[in-house]
């Protein structure tokens, strides 16, 4: 019998999760509270799977993974006989303490919950409920159909067992799971990320470059490698004697910007006005959408190749 997967908010995060558990073979049920909203999740993941069959990326007619995706009549319907759930409904603590909630009154006793947040701990919304051992942070990439990578962030609370039987499942529906040992806020992506934007709005506030500028810098070099490797293998193999031999030549190059870099701003309005300028030069807000179906092809694309190269 296949697995069953609950997924709490359909929006964009929680659509791609289903189509991450239907081409696994799961079975999907969909719920959000907000009216017809998981009816037209479901009508997102029938898109995307379309456009992932298109590309190579799924091993069956889109028809026959979309099946095993239902709107389920309501919050107990969904959690009905399911091992994991998966929440992704908005990012602020209150919202989510009460739908943490909502899924206490109702969870069976060995269903698992993994939450989409993107740097909230799950301790700030789960102490308050009985499930708290079965809960922790299953932190996506958008879109997660297409970036397999998972952060696992348990809660103090969390059993090891929990964070054991998640990770196993993230692996078997093709994702690649990442473990914290203990909460921190923002986790390891957007810790890491955080740190790239920050210097990057630094760069553009003082008039050193353009956005646009800033953006070619990643997308046509330090990308280039990072779609295939991290930082400290890219630096182990920018060295002749690997990453001890990096470190020695360019850390204290590293440490000077540092060191000159110590404030940490917050982006203020003249900033941000500065950046969108800059960007709706190069992209008028009536074409986001398009780039973003844009972007989500090329990230096809991607995976399609990353799948060739390995096998």
């Not at 953006?215 to 046509?220: A, E, L, R």
């Not at 701003?265 to 800059?278: F, H, N, P, S, Y």
Request: hydrophobic share 45%; aromatic share 6%.
């Amino acid at each position: 019998m296949a697995e069953k997967i609950a997924i709490i908010g359909t929006g964009l995060v929680g659509s791609g999760w289903a189509v991450v558990f239907a081409r696994a073979g799961c079975d999907v049920a969909l719920y959000d509270a907000g009216p017809g909203a998981a009816a037209k999740g479901r009508e997102v993941v029938a898109t995307q799977l379309r456009d992932l069959a298109a590309h190579g990326l799924v091993g069956e007619d889109p028809d026959t993974i979309l099946a095993r995706v239902r709107v389920a009549g309501d919050l107990a319907d969904a959690l009905d006989g399911a091992v994991y759930a998966q929440e992704s409904t908005f990012e602020r603590t209150d919202v989510k303490r009460q739908v943490f909630a909502e899924i206490d009154a109702v969870i069976g006793p060995d269903t698992l919950v993994g939450s989409s947040s993107s740097g909230i701990p799950a301790s700030a919304y789960t102490d308050h409920v009985g499930c708290r051992a079965r809960c922790l942070v299953a932190h996506p990439v958008n879109p997660p159909s297409l970036a397999p990578v998972v952060e696992l962030v348990p809660a103090p609370w969390t059993a090891p067992e929990t964070v054991k039987a998640v990770r196993a499942l993230m692996e078997r529906v093709g994702q690649a799971p990442v473990e914290m040992t203990r909460e921190i806020e923002g986790f390891i992506l957007n810790r890491l990320q955080g740190v790239l934007l920050m210097e990057a709005w630094r760069l553009v506030e003082e008039g050193l470059a353009t956005a646009e500028d800033v953006d070619k810098t990643v997308s046509q070099g330090l990308g280039l490698r990072w779609a295939f490797m991290g930082p400290f293998e890219t630096i182990d193999l920018n060295a002749p004697g690997g990453v001890a031999d990096y470190a020695r030549r360019l850390g204290p190059l590293y440490h000077s910007i540092a060191a000159s870099t110590a404030e940490h701003r917050v982006w203020d309005e003249t900033l941000i006005g500065k950046v969108e300028a800059q960007r709706r030069e190069v992209l008028p807000e009536a074409e986001l959408a398009a780039r973003r179906a844009w972007r989500d092809r090329r990230l096809m694309a991607l995976a399609r190749h990353k799948k060739d190269a390995e096998a």
